[in-house]
């Protein structure tokens, strides 16, 4: 298993912009696909996008199609999840999550998960 490390979340005006990282251990994260999720307080935990092991194929949730991008960089063990034009809709805790499978967005889909970054997004 790969273990997840997330960071750069924050504070953030209604129309800004954040970048999240998600750096990982071990040698074979380029054999996961890597996702994100989130979940806002008293909601059930979201897909929010995903990507496969080499990067080549990205999936979104349609509340995010447009203003969020995921990306990797296999040599940096790092996924990145840049979000922009944030609505306060946005506002939870992100996390990511790595998964055998090469499809799915449920959260049983993805057996290793980070302890999640806050992002905040004041109106």
């Known amino acids: 298993q790969v273990q997840m490390v997330e960071s750069g979340g924050g504070l953030v005006q209604a129309g800004g912009s954040l970048r999240l990282s998600c750096a990982a251990s071990?040698?074979?994260?380029?054999?996961?696909?890597m996702g994100w999720f989130r979940q806002a307080p008293g909601k059930e935990r979201e897909f929010v996008a995903r990507i496969s092991s080499s990067g080549g194929s990205t999936y979104y949730a349609d509340f995010v199609k447009g203003r969020f991008t995921v990306s990797r960089d296999n040599a940096k063990n790092t996924v990145y999840l840049q979000m922009n034009s944030l609505k306060p809709e946005d506002t939870a805790v992100y996390y990511c999550a790595a998964s055998r499978k090469s499809f799915g967005t449920r959260w049983s889909d993805f057996e290793s998960w980070g302890q999640g970054t806050q992002v905040t997004v004041s109106s």
């Open positions: 071990g040698r074979t994260f380029s054999y996961y696909a």
